[in-house]
């Protein structure tokens, strides 16, 4: 392994290390002294914990063994390491966190004034925590793998699956928990989401111009010196029209929108502008690869 591989290495693992941190401490912080819930396998370990008080790493660690060895025969060992790490480093930080909450050292975050203030930091912190094990190319285990059998073996979509099981999960967890904590955990598990697609589509956004224009290369120029901005030329034909004609495309960070769509009315106020968000930009003038 070279140095350049090396390093790639550790920085997925470590990446996938601080995921599963933020995300025990967020079980163990905010979810269970508040009897709030979570989906697949954890949620499932969860319920263990309400149900009869065995631990929250144990379970989850005990649940996803078998899981782990269908993966294994159905994906192979290299699409199932990360995921292994993952679950292996969830129950380890679960069980120091839970340590931690033992002895004293850390004192979980309850309240029966402002419930709703648990339900936001929760959300956050399992987002944050899941988006960063997400984006080392990781996960926690338990449904994902079934999921991604089910996905790659029957073509039945992976998000779909594991809502489906969240929706069992949670219906079950009324058995043991008062509904309105179920409805707190919708809201955690929604919050949870949206962040979990900020980290992993990057904090960083910007807008990509479609223009169709006249004299587009004048336009493409003007771009390239007032923005300093790469601009790309396309070819397009007119569906109606059958007419060729040049389209000019541009990524420009959100500052930057309002410049731009004034350069293009002054070039032409008759052009037609198509503006989309467009999420982690990689390359010259944004972020490095």
């Not at 008080?53 to 699409?79: E, M, Q, Y």
């Not at 489906?164 to 928990?177: A, K, R, Y």
């Not at 901005?229 to 029209?241: D, K, Q």
Request: charged share 15%; hydrophobic share 50%.
């Amino acid at each position: 392994m070279n140095r350049q591989k090396l390093w790639a290495s550790i920085r997925t693992w470590s990446i996938l290390l601080l995921g599963t941190a933020i995300y025990g401490f967020g079980i163990v912080y905010f979810i269970l002294p508040n009897l709030l819930m979570e989906g697949g396998v954890t949620g499932v370990g969860i319920l263990l914990f309400y149900a009869t008080g065995l631990p929250a790493s144990i379970t989850t660690l005990v649940l996803n063994l078998p899981l782990f060895w269908i993966g294994w025969r159905k994906l192979g060992f290299r699409a199932m390491i990360y995921t292994f790490g993952g679950t292996l480093s969830l129950s380890g930080f679960l069980w120091l966190w839970q340590a931690l909450v033992d002895q004293g050292w850390i004192t979980p975050f309850t309240t029966q004034q402002d419930f709703i203030l648990v339900v936001l930091y929760a959300g956050v912190t399992l987002g944050a925590g899941l988006g960063l094990v997400f984006y080392s190319g990781g996960t926690t285990g338990g449904v994902d793998i079934i999921a991604r059998i089910a996905n790659s073996r029957g073509g039945i979509s992976m998000g779909q699956f594991i809502l489906i099981m969240d929706v069992v999960v949670l219906g079950t967890s009324l058995i043991f928990i008062p509904k309105e904590k179920v409805l707190y955990t919708l809201v955690s598990v929604f919050i949870a989401s949206r962040v979990i697609d900020f980290v992993q589509e990057g904090a960083y956004a910007a807008k990509a111009f479609t223009i169709l224009c006249r004299e587009p290369e004048t336009l493409a120029m003007q771009i390239t010196t007032e923005l300093e901005r790469g601009v790309t030329l396309m070819n397009a034909v007119g569906a109606y029209s059958g007419e060729a004609r040049m389209a000019v495309y541009c990524v420009v960070s959100r500052f930057e929108v309002r410049k731009l769509k004034s350069l293009v009315r002054q070039h032409d106020r008759q052009a037609f502008i198509v503006i989309a968000d467009v999420h982690d930009v990689v390359g010259e003038g944004f972020k490095e690869a």
